[in-house]
């Protein structure tokens, strides 16, 4: 393999997260299942912000969560995601390049505009999502910089991007050029409603050999295997994939590499503030572990720790010195 320039290029949703405290009642009332994911237009977008309390607002978007992470802990971070020529594309711009993650898509002049995710946090830390994708659904294969794909180690795919046709197509492209050029593919299943839409595509990509790291928790693999058995949905991908990472809350991680299993318990804490961000940034330490030439063990428990920095705050980007963290 050459010298690389980046540790991880990701590609996913350019969003701008939206957060407000919320009890079970509100969810109730406005018919969201707690814990969920949604997919929301501009009109239910602006219906429901106008119903929440006070928010704060910050450039999120899984991958793009991830990638600060990295960033956070030394490695060399690049992140390819659609925001529209708007205020909040010009936000999350500044934002993600401020953490030293390197960003050069061009601002989209459509009719859409940067997507956003308006994130309900409950008092027992769980975090029900309400996603208006806007521009982030329209990144187009030509928006793709083919010589920075090949100056980085690993490229590192977000599933809520594999839906839509025209970014697919996109990452399709993306995952080519870096096998060409002879970089590793990671994918991460972002969610089970993903997996619903797209679960033929997605075991057709693992099964092709596409995909060199495969992240997902455990409601994700059982979908995706379709079972209800976590042992059995493990067996049935553990050998489509090199290396296959499920992350089970409290119960840790798991990794399983070429047949064999490596478990790590999960990070303490002392209390679970909020939940965003726990999968993005758990991600963010195994990803920077490999870089890093780590063994697979170390790498989870470098996510783990991320994660639990993640779970102690409000946000899906660390507040503390993650590198002061790492075991």
């Known amino acids: 393999m050459t010298q690389t320039r980046l540790d991880v290029l990701a590609i996913g949703d350019a969003i701008v997260d939206v957060f407000a405290t919320a009890d079970d009642a509100f969810l109730d009332a406005q018919k969201l299942p707690k814990g969920s994911m949604r997919l929301i237009d501009s009109a239910e977008a602006t219906r429901l912000y106008g119903l929440m309390g006070q928010a704060r607002e910050t450039s999120g978007g899984s991958a793009a969560n991830t990638m600060a992470g990295v960033s956070a802990l030394g490695g060399r971070a690049a992140f390819v995601g659609q ?4 205020q909040l594309g010009e936000i999350f711009a500044h934002d993600i390049r401020a953490l030293g993650v390197e960003f050069q898509t061009p601002a989209w002049r ?4 940067t997507g956003r995710c308006l994130i309900l946090v409950t008092p027992d830390g769980q975090r029900t999502m309400n996603t208006c994708p806007g521009a982030s659904h329209h990144l187009h294969v030509s928006a793709l910089d083919e ?4 100056s980085a180690a690993i490229l590192y795919l977000e599933a809520y991007l594999w839906v839509p046709d025209t970014p697919r197509a996109a990452m399709e492209r993306a995952i080519e050029v870096a096998h060409e050029a002879g970089r590793k593919v990671a994918l991460t299943l972002s969610d089970i409603a993903c997996i619903a839409r797209r679960r033929d595509s997605f075991l057709a ?5 596409a995909i060199d790291m495969l992240f997902a928790n455990e409601n994700e693999i059982l979908a995706l295997a379709g079972t209800t058995d976590f042992d059995a949905a493990v067996e049935a991908l553990q050998d489509k994939v090199p290396l296959l990472i499920v992350t089970c809350s409290e119960r840790g991680a798991l990794a399983v590499e070429h047949g064999r ?4 318990p999960a990070a303490w804490v002392e209390k679970v503030v909020d939940t965003t961000g726990a999968g993005d940034l758990f991600a963010a330490g195994f990803l920077a572990g490999q ?3 780590r063994s697979v063990e170390h790498s989870l428990r470098m996510g783990s720790a991320a994660a639990g920095e993640i779970i102690s705050h409000f946000g899906a980007r660390p507040l503390s010195d993650l590198k002061a963290l790492m075991p």
């Open 110 to 113: 459509g009719d859409e505009p």
């Open 291 to 293: 870089a890093q030439g």
């Open 83 to 86: 925001v529209a020529d708007d």
């Open 205 to 209: 990509v693992i099964g092709a050999g």
């Open 147 to 150: 010589e920075q794909i090949r």
């Open 261 to 264: 299993r490596i478990h790590v």
